[in-house]
């Protein structure tokens, strides 16, 4: 495998990992600076994306010819075939006609499904940092090519193979290629051996697996399928996509309904053949009656229902990664949400300041730098007092966000880039004239903040002053400190001040306040903070903050809805205890009498008693990511349905065991993403709320179609075979019965895919995992009114014969009663539990346009001399519609008629027979 790159001649792949750094930018024309604009363009055109093959496409026009591969097309193609070797020509031409626009039918339903699914594949395409023309900047992984610089960190998932040119405690998880499950450490180091494998080459790293600690600057040196995970792609057959565990069931389904429908038309052709038909006509009638009622256009529908509703739920920020999330949305019963900008703006303020003995608050919002510093009515100047001052100090300078500016139409919007709570602090430093800390202080070293120690700490130099600034969790600071500036000067920091300062700190936490301990340590020099086995000890202490993320306006609507749905809420935060059912009583997710539970309250239970007390906390506080997924498994083994959100790498197990995984669009590292099978694309609560609405949506609507395509069905068989028993006529030409499903069973079946979710769906319980398709008494609606169609279609049909005489004249009715009767049951099909006078009939205007459509098909069959005569039909008059309508109506209005008046004696019965 080799590549060629622009400025070089073509090299054979070399063995990155044991040559030198020099070498490395020598053989790929590259250096730190990373690739030109004008390379990059050279680069793909010669190495392609950076993607891997995706295998042998089928073509449209294979696509195409698959919709006349069914078996039952083959038998009625043969039978067509015969048909015209009989003289029968206008038969023959016509059902090949009708053949064909089912396969185009088809053909745009399985088109449009791929191209909705290749949209959703795009949207999740991921995003790589890269260094090109000397600018870090961010790029869709497909577009590296060799040479490239591309910048790694915690979360990342590799997005080409690379050498290591710089890393910080880096660390790579390769069980992908390797097998090796525990992460292995990556540094530079040139390594001797020259055929080393994949595992012991400590300063490369490869396309698809993933950064599960610290940074990393890597040369890329292969992209695409000369990767190494390319070369295992390249040995690999394509696999196809699973099914869904609901197309799995209407698999079976519709394998059983196919011999069901087998079984009952050969009785069909043999009752008939007794009779004295014809073996022909009862041989071509009954292929023509097995083609229509299978319902082979049930698979295609369902992919198109849960494309089409992915890409709603796209519209509404909700990302599918894995499709049967979209039918296990409707089955959940607990929300597990992060607080921090899921719930809340992710737009932290600092309001509340402790500092020098006295309280003080800011004014302002947002990320505006615009506010005063306030002692009770009056202005304060933060630079005249020294702990507060310092207090800024720290803040802006133990500090790695920026504030970006940017010029709209409505004035000047100010954003984060960065950490929020980072974010608020720097707006506190610039609030108070401190506008640039580089300016000030020298930063020389950073010892970052992690989940364990809840601090960060950064070297500065200042003139002759050297300094560890540190913020971090109030109370570990606290206990880190042995000292407080008071009045301007540095005091030892007995009890009775440390109990002064926790107070404080409960006090902000009780107002939903989400505090930061602030403190330093002075060094003689350099040097000598360097060599400090502990520059976290010994403290003096400065001060607190206290800041706020505003809840989302949306997410007091999306919890009561979500609650209104059956749904708890159960907010898991870092957050201190107080805090936490501060805001969730705010957001009215903590009811009386809920419980809260600590991190360290969950290291002291067993999984038993977690449990046992699981279904009573709403409110988690100060956990880590690793109890979210003892928390899932115990709300799993309590049979709930469980939606947990996450957005960090230790989060990633517990969005993999939940039921329904979510991970942040904005803030997630791939980790989690990988891990999901929802990504949200703006971190907003209300849109969980919003998937499951549109996932039970997405699934009443399959259930909608299923029950309308399986009565029509039952309806054709039902007219056909009882007329075979009582020795009838054929009261429908095959051609009749194969059009009655052309145009019943395509535009509207679709149409019902896209249907509005019910008004009430929301107010309905989760539904039960276990649930079959046909619970709730729906094979009792498919066959009462499948029965019904049929029977009142017979009744015209034996009544036209009876009183006209002509045999066509009844097939023209009963061709017009069938179909008919199925247009109006779509409508009826539109609401579950309600009928067809539960829902607005305007409410889905697809569908009125798909029956329209339609009834003109129809129509013309009748209407168009040269067709009627194709199909056997003769116009009907006035007198003619007013009987087919009326006996139409009759299974749609007489059973909601009988429903309603049920209901009505009944009001607080259940409304789900018949």
């Given amino acids: 495998m080799r590549q060629v790159h622009e400025g070089v001649a073509p090299v054979e792949q070399q063995n990155w990992h044991a040559i030198s750094e020099a070498d490395c930018f020598a053989a790929l024309d590259s250096g730190m600076a990373g690739l030109s604009s004008a390379q990059v363009d050279a680069r793909r055109k010669e190495c392609g994306l950076n993607q891997l093959s995706e295998g042998h496409k089928v073509s449209l026009l294979t696509v195409f010819l698959n919709q006349f591969r069914d078996f039952m097309i083959i038998v009625l193609l043969a039978a067509t075939l015969i048909s015209g070797l009989l003289g029968e020509y206008t038969d023959a031409i016509t059902i090949i006609l009708i053949i064909f626009l089912n396969g185009v039918l088809g053909f745009v339903q399985e088109v449009r499904a791929e191209k909705s699914l290749s949209a959703l594949k795009e949207l999740t395409a991921p995003v790589a940092r890269v260094r090109r023309n000397g600018q870090v900047t961010n790029v869709p992984a497909k577009e590296l090519v060799p040479g490239d610089i591309i910048l790694l960190e915690d979360g990342d998932r590799v997005p080409a193979d690379g050498r290591i040119l710089k890393a910080s405690v880096f660390y790579v998880e390769e069980s992908a290629l390797t097998g090796e499950s525990v992460p292995s450490s990556k540094d530079p180091t040139i390594l001797t051996e020259v055929d080393s494998n994949l595992g012991d080459r400590k300063n490369m790293v490869y396309m698809g697996t993933m950064v599960s600690r610290g940074k990393a600057e890597v040369l890329v040196t292969a992209t695409g399928m000369a990767t190494e995970m390319g070369k295992i792609a390249d040995l690999m057959q394509q696999s196809e996509e699973s099914l869904t565990p609901l197309q799995q069931r209407l698999d079976q389904l519709g394998k059983t309904l196919v011999w069901l429908s087998l079984g009952l038309t050969v009785l069909v052709v043999i009752a008939g053949v007794l009779h004295g038909h014809q073996v022909y006509e009862m041989f071509l009638a009954g292929v023509s009656l097995a083609v229509a009622a299978i319902p082979e256009g049930l698979p295609a529908i369902v992919t198109i229902a849960l494309a089409l509703g992915v890409q709603r739920m796209i519209k509404r920020n909700a990302i599918v990664r894995k499709l049967p999330s979209v039918e296990t949305l409707g089955c959940a019963t607990v929300i597990c949400s992060d607080k921090t900008g899921t719930l809340t703006q992710n737009r932290m303020t600092v309001q509340r300041i402790f500092a020098d003995g006295s309280w003080l608050s800011v004014t302002g919002t947002g990320y505006d730098p615009v506010g005063e510093f306030m002692m009770g009515e009056h202005v304060v100047d933060p630079n005249r007092r020294a702990a507060l001052k310092s207090l800024i100090d720290i803040a802006g300078t133990c500090n790695n966000a920026m504030i970006l500016q ?15 709570t980072e974010g608020a602090l720097l707006v ?101 903070a360097k060599r400090a086995p502990d520059w976290e000890s010994e403290l003096v202490f400065v001060g607190l903050c206290g800041m706020i993320d505003p809840p989302r306006d949306e997410a007091f609507d999306a919890i009561q809805i979500a609650r209104d749905a059956g749904i708890r809420t159960v907010m898991i935060t870092g957050d201190h205890q107080i805090t936490a059912k501060a805001i969730a009583t705010n957001l009215s997710i903590l009811p009386d009498g809920g419980r809260v539970v600590t991190g360290a309250e969950l290291d002291k239970m067993s999984d038993a008693e977690l449990e046992s007390l699981v279904e009573d906390v709403y409110v988690y506080a100060r956990v880590t990511p690793e109890h979210k997924l003892r928390i899932v498994r115990a709300l799993q083994a309590r049979s709930h349905v469980v939606a947990m959100t996450g957005d960090g790498v230790n989060d990633a197990p517990a969005i993999k065991q939940a039921d329904i ?30 998937a499951v609405e549109e996932g039970r949506g997405i699934y009443d609507n399959i259930k909608k179609f299923i029950r309308y395509l399986l009565a029509s069905n039952v309806g054709e068989i039902v007219t056909m075979f009882f007329a075979m028993l009582a020795g009838l006529a054929l009261p429908l030409a095959p051609i009749q019965i194969l059009w009655v499903n052309l145009v019943t069973d395509g535009l509207p079946a679709i149409a019902l895919g896209i249907d509005p979710p019910e008004n009430d769906i929301m107010k309905r319980q989760p539904r039960n995992v276990r649930e079959g398709i046909f619970a709730k008494g729906m094979s009792t609606k498919i066959l009462s009114r499948g029965i019904l169609i049929g029977l009142v279609t017979l009744a015209v049909f034996i009544w036209s014969l009876r009183t006209n005489g002509t045999l066509a004249h009844a097939q023209t009715m009963a061709y017009a009663t069938l179909t008919m009767a199925q247009l109006i049951l779509v409508f009826d099909c539109r609401s579950l539990e309600g009928g067809i006078m539960k829902r607005n009939i305007f409410g889905n205007m697809w569908l009125i346009l798909a029956v329209l459509s339609s009834v003109v098909l129809f129509l013309m069959t009748i209407y168009v001399p040269k067709i009627a005569l194709a199909f056997r039909t003769i116009p009907l008059g006035i007198a003619d519609w007013a009987i087919v309508l009326v006996m139409a109506a009759i299974p749609t209005f007489a059973l909601s008629l009988r429903r309603a008046s049920r209901n009505a004696l009944r009001p607080k019965a259940s409304t789900r027979e018949a």
């Fill in 661 to 690: 995984g979510i991970a942040m669009g904005q803030s997630g590292t791939d980790v989690a993403k990988e891990a999901s099978s929802l990504v949200l694309a703006d971190d907003n609560f209300a849109t969980i709320v919003a």
């Fill in 428 to 528: 506190l430093a610039k609030k108070a004239g401190f506008d640039d800390p580089d300016a000030v202080y020298q930063r020389i070293e950073e010892l970052p903040f992690d989940s364990e120690r809840k601090l960060m700490s950064v070297l500065v130099k200042s003139g002759d002053d050297v300094f560890v600034f540190v913020k971090g969790a109030p109370d570990v600071l606290l206990d880190r400190s042995n000292r407080i500036l008071l009045n301007g000067r540095e005091e030892t920091l007995g009890q009775t001040t440390r109990k002064t300062i926790q107070v404080a700190n409960q006090e902000m936490a009780s107002q939903a306040l989400r505090n930061l301990g602030f403190g330093y340590r002075r060094f003689k020099s350099v040097d000598s």
């Fill in 406 to 420: 940017n010029e709209t139409e409505n004035g000047t919007v100010y954003a984060v880039q960065g950490d929020p």
